[in-house]
């Protein structure tokens, strides 16, 4: 759906350029930018500062999965909240009260996020546009409510006393660098699984659906079967992410659900890049820092960032990598093209 | 008997009062989608809006009937302002949908928080302009609620001769059908589209001011209240009036007959399981019409 | 060698006289924006009041206070964020000002994680001092169960064998607040004309009234609280519901952030509560005065007990004479202090504060006492096993 606008930032690979260069280079940039803070943080003792970016991180794997729905198949989830905050409860009540083992945890969440997702999309897959929209709006809005009167999950005070996770080998979720870097692995290993999975043919089908579902009926393949895939991938990598966050803050509280996150994921999409998939995990970044450091000086800082926001919808519609993509393209193509001669 | 009286007639009654007021909301939501193709999700705040300008008219001596005629006018001037600022920005790209869904979005989010900076996170309060209630066959008619009943009826009626019984709403119907045929006859279709998003805003305001006295006045009030009015509108049919004033009726009184028999918590969730419903069956709502996604 | 002896130890004495004369940082982690922004700002009322009164006095020990806001936005995802920054980065001594239980109860979490103590003057979940309590948290304000037994008693009292109708909003809260001051009700002869919940956010409340009229209750208690309780109360009047009945409601029902939009409705509305400004004290008087003056507001009972907490801790550090979290902790259990509300005691088996309650009456906008309990009557049980 933003069609015109991705057409600039990825061109078809018919031209025989490598359209991706680009967002790789910026990707290489950011993960060794995160690794290096990561480092000089853990040398000056800081610990506020690291489990702040892991935050980001936690939220980025978020962002990754709206883009994967809005940038890559053109679906607006306003809802992707639901299966953050239900990976994030599942992995609460799984360290709390079965064993405060990271893989089972994560493993269990995913797990749940795959079922939620598959019935979530049953219901929100045949529509589009706003209808979409609404519908994932809709069932975040009644789950969230759920939960927020169940007293067995803590109801609305959330729950406090979750352990902290342990990895293997003396690491666990308490230790700030060692978790950072654990979380920044897993970011890493999904964006790339991701960036990969988009030049697969199946990548290519979400492309399709994007571009024109009809045609994609025509020639063989169901664009149901796709959406649905997608919508579930989406949910286990929001459920992922949603795991992680009880092993960094010790609790899980309604509010990981409301809208209030998944309209942040979307405007962290948004101003990062929608289609990218490295974007959002800038966007991500950025904006929780942002977020932090503006609302220590104002109490105005949810306007500022929302003016942000329809400022970059107005004049900047691709996002942050999405504008610097092409030009970081044309320099290496430019590049290239003099090698080649 | 006792119970047709006292149970179910006055939950029908209340079904009614409310049912006007996101009538009216609705039908601003379907006029701008069906005229414009733009998703407002800013409609809930420009509703807040409306009753926040109003709590402020009166605080300067106006009296409620004057702030009721005025407060829409002015709001009809912010939403024309918006559209040739805003909207017709992201208007002209290959999909508007998803652009104008994230500008409208945003534009919400600012909005509820300037309203939370000038006027404060506190409710506020509304007097009703008419006191009093009648007693009639042992149920209660505040009436305020009448009056909102009957002048939310009439303004419906109203919005559906202008649209489709005069020569103005014939030109903004063409617009919304086929925009360079109708701009070649001679219509200025830019200033017809900005003016049906003032429109749809001001009838939003009326709405907010009409309620505000019965509900409380308080910067997030718009949020809740949209969802139901999107509701209505996508199971009436994006861009039909006419299931946006059947589906806001019928609706309202299931969910407020429902309330009798099963939890009212669960009561937007039956009209979100309804939407849902009515989707895999029809998915361009009940009266919707097609090639509108 | 003597003169480095005494370099030595006059080095010394200037580094203590140094860290004599550092201020003591105090973290506020309030909600600043959002819904619950005004009771954030009655908290920044209170506590900058006290704070400029303690250190025009002296400050703490000789040493000054500094308060350092953060805002948490009432959600407790941000508020553990903000506290750790204030604990980390700005390395505050102890923080206060979270308003919903579920910031207290996560914020009491980091706080232990970082050896720090922490107060709530706001927060009235009875399992922050119960079930869920902790080593390193404490509360000025009074608790659920304290405002219902005081709500209770003057029930009992005015009302004797009152035929109860329960109203509240559907989610945990909500319910459990009725549960509690239904079984203190009901335990001092009150009967049960039916129970309904509403769901949170609710508009419309006139569903309700027919099943409210019939059932003919002399008294309705509500748990409703902000928005919600400005439909009900001016439906109730609207419906003719309220005449002749009288309503009385939990502590955060009617309070100054919607007394205004209520208005006259909420006339005759009587809840048990830990303050009120009417208060006949001189304590309380200048606390009043002072407070008016600075802040052209009433303090309501969230600027009072934020108020009060600063003093507690002034009084903790000078008797520890330390500012060292187990002693500051050791000093806190049992520590009586002053505060326009009279003397309060910290109960030393679950950090809750004792102090005599109050049942209070809306009137033109004033809250006039009506019924007073006193501290032991109305503390309730020490729930408290972690320590």
Redesign the interface.
């Known amino acids: ?5 991705l057409a600039r930032v990825a061109p078809a690979s018919a031209t025989g350029s490598r359209p991706n260069d680009a967002l790789r280079w910026i990707a290489a940039v950011f993960f060794v930018s995160a690794l290096a803070f990561g480092l000089i943080a853990w040398a000056v003792g ?4 690291l ?2 970016a892991t ?1 980001a991180l936690i939220y980025g794997g978020l962002a990754l999965s709206v883009d994967l729905l ?1 940038g890559r198949t ?1 679906l ?1 989830p306003l809802g992707q909240a639901l299966f953050f905050g239900l990976g994030a409860y599942v992995s609460a009540l799984v360290l709390k009260h079965w064993d405060a083992s990271f893989w089972l945890a994560l493993g269990v969440a995913i797990g749940a996020s795959a079922l939620a997702g598959l019935l979530g999309g049953l ?1 929100a897959i ?6 979409f ?3 994932s ?3 975040a ?2 789950v969230s ?1 759920v939960i ?4 067995e999950l803590g ?4 729950l ?2 979750v352990p902290a996770a342990q990895v293997g080998g003396g690491l666990t979720s308490a230790v700030p660098l060692g978790f950072f870097l654990l979380v920044l692995t897993l970011i890493f290993i999904v964006w790339a699984l991701l960036s990969l999975l988009m030049d697969t043919p199946f990548g290519r089908q979400l492309a399709a659906v994007r571009g024109n579902e009809q045609r994609l009926a025509f020639i063989g393949v169901d664009p149901w079967r796709v959406k649905l895939a997608v919508f579930v991938l989406a949910a286990m990598i929001a459920g992922a992410s949603g795991a992680l966050y009880p092993m960094l ?3 899980v ?1 309604p ?2 659900m409301f809208f ?1 996150v998944s ?1 942040n994921a ?2 962290n999409v ?1 101003v990062g890049g929608t289609g990218t998939l490295i974007g959002p995990l800038l966007g991500s970044s950025l904006l929780t820092g942002l977020r ?1 450091v503006v ?2 000086w104002t ?5 500022a960032i ?2 942000l ?2 400022a970059v ?2 004049m900047a ?1 691709r996002g942050l990598v999405g504008g610097l993509a092409p030009w970081l393209q044309a320099r290496l193509d430019r590049r290239g093209a003099k090698d080649r001669i | 008997m006792d119970w047709l009286q006292f149970v179910l007639a006055p939950q029908v009654i209340n079904g009614l009062s409310i049912g006007v007021a996101v009538v009216l909301m609705a039908l601003g939501l379907t006029i701008i989608f069906g005229l414009l193709d733009v998703i407002n999700m800013a409609h809930g705040e420009f509703y807040a809006l409306g009753a926040f300008v109003a709590v402020a008219l009166i605080g300067m001596g106006l009296s409620f009937w004057l702030a009721l005629l005025v407060t829409p006018v002015l709001l009809a001037l912010v939403g024309y302002l918006s559209e040739r600022t805003l909207v017709q920005r992201v208007f002209h790209s290959k999909d508007r949908h998803t652009l104008t869904l994230l500008l409208t979005f945003g534009l919400g989010v600012v909005m509820e928080d300037a309203l939370k900076i000038v006027f404060g996170a506190n409710p506020l309060r509304l007097e009703a302009p008419i006191q009093g209630a009648t007693e009639m066959l042992g149920l209660f008619f505040p009436h305020y609620r009448l009056f909102v009943m009957l002048f939310g009826g009439a303004v419906i009626a109203a919005v559906w001769l202008l649209v489709f019984r005069t020569p103005l709403g014939a030109m903004v119907r063409a617009a919304a059908f086929d925009r360079h045929m109708t701009a070649s006859l001679g219509v200025p279709v830019h200033k017809v589209y900005a003016a049906t998003f003032a429109f749809g805003v001001a009838l939003a305001a009326l709405a907010g001011v009409l309620l505000a006295p019965m509900y409380s006045v308080f910067p997030t009030m718009g949020r809740d209240f949209v969802f139901i009015a999107f509701s209505v509108v996508i199971i009436g049919g994006m861009g039909s009036i006419k299931g946006a004033v059947l589906a806001g009726l019928v609706l309202t009184q299931v969910q407020s007959i429902s309330s009798l028999w099963i939890s009212p918590v669960w009561s937007d969730p039956l009209l979100f399981g309804i939407m849902v419903l009515v989707l895999v069956w029809r998915p361009q709502g009940l009266f919707g019409r097609l090639g509108h996604a | 060698m003597k003169t480095v002896f005494i370099a030595t130890l006059t080095t010394l004495a200037a580094a203590a006289a140094f860290a004599q004369s550092t201020p003591i940082r105090i973290g506020v982690v309030t909600p600043l924006s959002g819904t619950y922004a005004g009771i954030g700002q009655q908290v920044r009322w209170g506590l900058d009041l006290a704070a400029r009164e303690i250190n025009a006095a002296g400050g703490v020990a000789g040493r000054q206070l500094e308060l350092i806001y953060e805002d948490e936005e009432a959600n407790p995802a941000v508020a553990v964020q903000k506290a750790e920054k204030l604990f980390q980065v700005s390395k505050v001594d102890f923080l206060t000002g979270t308003v919903n239980s579920g910031s207290t109860l996560a914020v009491g979490q980091v706080a232990e994680r970082n050896g720090k103590l922490m107060a709530t003057t706001v927060s009235f979940a009875d399992s922050i001092t119960g079930d869920k309590c902790s080593p390193n948290v404490f509360r000025v304000n009074a608790r659920a169960g304290m405002q219902s037994a005081a709500l209770a008693d003057w029930m009992a009292t005015t009302r004797p064998n009152a035929n109860v109708f329960y109203l509240g909003p559907d989610y945990e809260m909500g319910r459990s607040t009725v549960a509690a001051f239904k079984s203190a009700a009901e335990g001092k002869g009150a009967k049960s004309a039916g129970e309904v919940f509403a769901p949170l956010d609710n508009k419309d409340y006139s569903p309700y009234f027919g099943q409210i009229r019939s059932s003919r209750p002399t008294v309705i208690y509500t748990s409703v609280a902000g928005n919600d309780t400005v439909r009900l109360f001016n439906q109730m009047a609207e419906f003719g519901v309220s005449r002749n009945v009288q309503v009385v409601g939990a502590s955060g029902t009617v309070t100054s952030q919607n007394l205004a939009a209520i208005g006259r409705n909420a006339d005759g509305f009587v809840t048990g509560v830990g303050y009120s400004p009417l208060i006949d004290s001189p304590e309380n008087k200048r606390f009043v005065t002072a407070f008016e003056a600075a802040n052209k507001a009433l303090p309501d009972l969230y600027g009072t007990d934020s108020y009060g907490v600063l003093y507690l801790y002034k009084a903790a550090v000078e008797k520890a004479r330390s500012t060292e979290t187990d002693r500051v902790r050791e000093a806190m259990r049992g520590m009586s202090w002053s505060t326009p509300q009279g003397v309060k005691t910290i109960r030393a088996g679950d950090h809750q504060a004792m102090q005599d309650m109050y049942a209070v009456r809306v009137n033109s906008g004033k809250f006039e006492i009506v019924g007073r309990v006193s501290a032991a009557a109305a503390i309730g049980p020490d729930a408290c096993t972690r320590f």
């Open positions: 759906m933003l069609e015109s606008a800081d610990v506020f500062f489990r702040l935050e809005l053109g607006l219901i045949r529509s589009k546009g706003v209808y929209a609404l519908i709006f809709g069932l809005q009644v409510k927020y009167n169940t007293r109801a609305s005070d959330g406090i006393g803050r010790g609790f509280s509010e990981l209030q309209g979307v405007i948004i932090s609302g220590s109490e105005h800082h949810h306007i929302g003016l926001f329809v919808v107005i519609p």
